[in-house]
């Protein structure tokens, strides 16, 4: 069965950079990568996606592995507005649905 | 304008009521989607409209009634809730089904009594 693994919590110091993991071992060579965070009190919001190599815009990072059975969201000086709940969503089986799994709670330490 | 906006941002409703939620975008986005959060759980799909037609229900009771009456709004028709669908609804736009990069609106935290 399909499954997507991220760490359900992770805390940094603020302006510090972050990795946030994400485990996809069941990926198809097709399947993009989604990443999306959710601020307190706010909806979803997309941070970035990829397919093979390596991803960069002007929120974060986006490293994945060669083999692509994991990901890494970088943010490269953690502010304290980046306190969110983080998403790692693998294209895989959902077809055309993108779907949440519970995601990694980020806390950002002054 | 990358914004979706959802009102009312906070609904109170009993269980006899008859309420909409609204949402709109202005982003020329063809695909527009309804999740349903409940507190401290992910946002679970609930529907997609692609181009205005109803493309995907997740097997939503009923009492849940999309319309996407033109490709700028979507609007949720709620009647005979129960306490349990008390939740945080969220709509969600995107250029097209196929494109993943959605946006979203704010929600509006439903009540229902």
């Known amino acids: 069965d399909a499954k997507t693994t991220q760490p359900n919590s992770m805390e940094s110091n603020e302006e510090e950079p972050v990795h946030l993991p994400c485990n996809h071992s069941?990926?198809?060579?097709?399947?993009?990568i989604h990443w999306y965070r959710q601020l307190p009190s706010q909806g979803p919001e997309y941070v970035i996606h990829?397919?093979?190599s390596n991803v960069n815009n002007r929120m974060a990072s986006l490293a994945i592995a060669e083999d692509r059975k994991s990901s890494t969201l970088i943010l490269h000086r953690a502010t304290l507005r980046d306190a969110a709940v983080y998403y790692c969503?693998?294209?895989?089986?959902?077809?055309?649905?993108?779907?949440f799994g519970a995601g990694t709670i980020l806390r950002v330490k002054s | 304008d990358t914004e979706v906006t959802q009102t009312p941002k906070h609904l109170v409703m009993g269980m006899t009521n008859k309420k909409s939620l609204k949402c709109e975008q202005h982003m020329g986005h063809r695909a527009m989607y309804w999740y349903k959060q409940k507190a401290k759980k992910p946002p679970e799909l609930m529907f997609v409209?692609?181009?205005?037609?109803?493309?995907i229900n997740e097997s939503v009771p009923s009492r849940f009634s999309p319309e996407c009456p033109n490709s700028s709004l979507l609007n949720l028709h709620l009647h005979a809730l129960q306490p349990e669908d008390s939740a945080l609804y969220l709509c969600?736009?995107?250029?097209?089904?196929?494109?993943?990069?959605?946006?979203f609106g704010s929600g509006t935290q439903l009540s229902v009594l």
């Open positions: 409209y692609s181009y205005e037609k109803l493309s």
């Open positions: 069941t990926i198809s060579g097709t399947d993009y």
């Open positions: 969600a736009s995107s250029q097209d089904p196929l494109v993943k990069k959605l946006f």
């Open positions: 990829g397919l093979t």
């Open positions: 969503i693998p294209d895989m089986e959902y077809g055309n649905k993108l779907v």
